[in-house]
């Protein structure tokens, strides 16, 4: 029961402002949506159906309130190889598969993976998208007159300006809102040259028909899309789940990422089944959305409504939209999901932490793709936490008189030894020094992980043994080893 309650909060919510935190959304996703369609190679139609679906069902299924999910330039990339190969209906049944996997990685509780994305590969990640964001809207601006830099300005300044004036009521509409009707007025009234959304493609004049899969189901079709599939699901499970970590840290509140991914998944197979390219969420409209009051699934769901309702109804209206107006809200967005503090913090954090941070943008950068700049990113951060739990390895010797004149050598080992320590555990030990001595090897206060641990144990055992010491070790935990043999070294 009380899960029902919660779910019905995350509607009821601050409807008015969930209202327009969403068409503040919608605004931002246009010309980005219509943007990844060509990336694509499909018309911006199918980008926009795909959208207005992906944004309805994630709403109702998604774990993550006030998450935008629509056609995103990351799963564009990737698909943008098989509609140039093999045409849009061999993406739209890779968009099924790949639906398909999502669901089967939300139901396995996958999205526990993400613990291995550490605040620096996410700091990258968002950093880097920022910048993406914002050099895209660069082409729209190339060759740009006076008069579309003055509306630029305009823009910014109802953006960043209106909230400041203390009018009663005024903070209640987002300024993007008005920043659009603004731009869109003066431009008709003025009679200004400026390109506008009608100019960016063909808009949809329609609802979305069933399209369904047309495709032949053999093992050819398989063998075409598979690949394309495990592509398309994995890049949108990252930057979903990147996105709402993002989200879980703006809002101070938990989502489920379990169901997040399944909802992904769900969303993923209706879209394409409505002829609609696959998606993932948006991380530019999402901080966008949640900067203006949303914190609920209303929101998401408006964003996609109002895309469509915009994109049909009011068709004739939306064209007149000036496309300065929409680069104006998406530098905003860029400007807000940049994480600036980031810069300061290079000074403060460790170096390495911040090598991590800069590799991740650079990568993203250079490679146009999000998760190869997040899978350089924490494969840096592996290696990194690596190095360093190997050089926190200790081995204290300490000589200590025995009966008879006789001297045993005790040794201490702490730290962490596995496969990048295994080396230095070896060398740390000189037999001739203990030449026919009783030995004593305390690893009480260490933690062998791995069989190449155990098989430095064995050597340095066998070492000593060679030399004709009488080994005993004290401390090793064998229920804690990962193999078989570990009561033998304990013995």
């Known amino acids: 029961m009380s899960l029902v309650r919660s779910e019905l909060a995350q509607w009821r919510r601050r409807p008015v402002r969930e209202l327009l935190a969403g068409a503040v959304a919608t605004f931002a996703l246009i010309p980005e949506v219509i943007a990844f369609s060509f990336v694509a190679g499909v018309d911006p139609q199918v980008g926009l ?20 999910s629509a056609a995103a330039g990351s799963v564009a990339l990737v698909a943008a190889p098989l509609v140039a190969t093999h045409g849009l209906h061999y993406l739209l049944a890779a968009g099924v598969l790949a639906g398909v996997i999502q669901i089967v990685f939300g139901l396995l509780r996958l999205g526990v993976l993400m613990r291995f994305v550490s605040s620096s590969v996410r700091t990258g990640f968002v950093n880097a998208l920022a910048i993406l964001i914002f050099s895209a809207q660069l082409p729209q601006l190339a060759g740009a007159t006076i008069a579309t830099w003055a509306m630029l300005a305009l823009g910014l300044v109802i953006i960043y300006g209106l909230p400041r004036v203390p009018l009663p009521g005024l903070q209640a509409i987002p300024s993007p809102l008005i920043c659009i009707v603004v731009l869109t007025l003066v431009t008709t009234w003025l009679g200004l040259p400026l390109k506008t959304v009608a100019d960016l493609g063909q808009l949809p004049s329609s609802l979305p028909g069933w399209h369904g899969i047309v495709v032949p189901l053999d093992m050819d079709t398989l063998r075409i899309i598979a690949g394309p599939a495990i592509a398309i699901a ?24 379990g169901r997040e991914c399944a909802g992904l998944g769900l969303a993923n197979i209706g879209a394409s089944l409505f002829g609609g390219i696959a998606g993932c969420g948006m991380i530019g409209q999402t901080v966008g959305n949640v900067r203006y009051g949303g914190r609920g699934r209303l929101s998401t769901l408006f964003a996609g409504v109002f895309l469509l309702v915009l994109m049909v109804l009011l068709k004739p209206w939306v064209s007149q939209v000036p496309v300065v107006a929409l680069v104006a809200i998406m530098v905003m967005v860029s400007a807000s999901t940049f994480d600036w ?50 050089g926190a390895l200790q081995v204290a010797h300490v000589e200590m008189a025995a009966a008879k004149g006789a001297v045993e050598h005790h040794y201490r080992v702490r730290g962490q030894v596995f496969f990048a320590s295994a080396d230095a555990f070896v060398d740390a030990f000189d037999p001739r020094q203990a030449e026919g001595a009783r030995v004593q090897l305390d690893v009480s206060a260490a933690r062998f992980w791995d069989v190449t641990a155990l098989a430095a144990l064995d050597k340095v055992r066998a070492r000593f043994d060679h030399h004709g010491c009488t080994v005993e070790v004290i401390g090793l935990q064998p229920r804690a080893l990962l193999a078989d043999g570990a009561e033998d070294l304990a013995g």
């Open 341 to 390: 503090g980031s810069l300061r913090r290079l000074v403060n954090h460790p170096r390495l932490s911040s090598v991590v941070m800069l590799s991740t943008v650079a990568a993203t950068l250079f490679s146009h793709d999000l998760s190869i700049g997040v899978g350089l990113g924490v494969l840096l951060s592996a290696l990194f936490f690596a190095w360093r739990a190997a």
């Open 234 to 257: 994995m890049v949108g499970l990252l930057e979903s789940m990147m996105t709402a970590r993002v989200v879980d840290e703006l809002t101070d509140s938990p989502s489920s990422k």
């Open 49 to 68: 159906y795909a959208s207005f679906v992906i944004s309805v069902v994630i709403a109702f299924a998604g774990g993550r309130p006030a998450m935008i």
